[in-house]
């Protein structure tokens, strides 16, 4: 049984950081890309980052790019996301989500929702002064 479990979310005040991981269950990491999503009250569920399953190259959207870092350790099967500069509009329950990719296809990751095979519970971000 695949699961993925978030963790490190809760309430930070503006301009904090904060760390979540993805660790992973029931298959190796190694052959699958990830993906952190986000969704927010009202609004639709927004992909901002993600990471290859070969070479760990990553990618952010403008509304993260400089502040969130995603990263892997393939070792402990588990993804982390250091945010910091954090700011109200941060504010969401954040999803980690895999996408089994052959590594030898060197194939960079997107951030289609329907590309992804198995999602997080959620872990609640609040950013509140």
């Known amino acids: 049984q695949v699961q993925l479990v978030e963790s490190g979310g809760g309430l930070v005040q503006p301009w904090g950081s904060l760390r979540l991981s993805c660790a992973a269950s029931?298959?190796?990491?190694?052959?699958?890309?990830i993906g952190w999503f986000r969704q927010a009250p009202g609004k639709e569920r927004e992909g901002f980052s993600c990471?290859?399953?070969?070479?760990?190259?990553?990618y952010s959207s403008h509304s993260v790019k400089g502040r969130f870092t995603i990263s892997r350790d393939n070792a402990k099967n588990t993804v982390y996301l250091q945010m910091k500069s954090l700011k109200p509009e941060d504010t969401a329950v954040y999803y980690c989500?895999?996408?089994?990719?052959?590594?030898?296809?060197?194939?960079?990751?997107?951030?289609?929702?329907?590309?992804?095979?198995?999602w997080g519970q959620g872990t609640q971000v609040t950013v509140s002064s």
């Open positions: 990471i290859s399953s070969s070479d760990g190259s990553a």
């Open positions: 989500a895999a996408e089994g990719v052959d590594p030898s296809l060197f194939r960079l990751c997107v951030l289609l929702p329907y590309e992804y095979d198995y």
């Open positions: 029931g298959v190796s990491l190694d052959y699958y890309a």
